[in-house]
């Protein structure tokens, strides 16, 4: 399966994609615990998760930041 793209995550709402957020860290943790358990079948999905978790991030970062700047310029 391919790593996800971010114009994807760019479609998000900024509720949905914190939601999407809270869930991949919790897929993360799963992850972790079933590698803790020795009962990983797919390491594979670490790295999307990561990769995922980090577009996302970005992208609530550069909303943030954008919505901070437009603040800003109106004063």
């Known amino acids: 399966m391919p790593l ?3 114009s ?4 998000l709402s900024d ?6 957020i809270v869930a991949i860290k919790r ?3 799963q992850l972790r615990l ?3 358990t020795r009962q990983l079948e ?4 670490f790295r999307q998760a990561r ?6 991030l970005t992208l609530e970062t550069e ?3 954008a919505a901070s700047q437009s603040a800003k310029e109106e004063k």
């Open 63 to 65: 909303r943030k930041r």
């Open 34 to 36: 079933q590698k803790a």
């Open 15 to 20: 509720e949905k994609l914190s939601d999407e």
């Open 27 to 29: 897929q993360l943790f």
């Open 8 to 11: 994807e995550a760019r479609e």
């Open 4 to 6: 996800p793209k971010i």
């Open 42 to 45: 797919k390491p594979h999905q």
């Open 51 to 56: 990769h995922r978790l980090a577009q996302l």
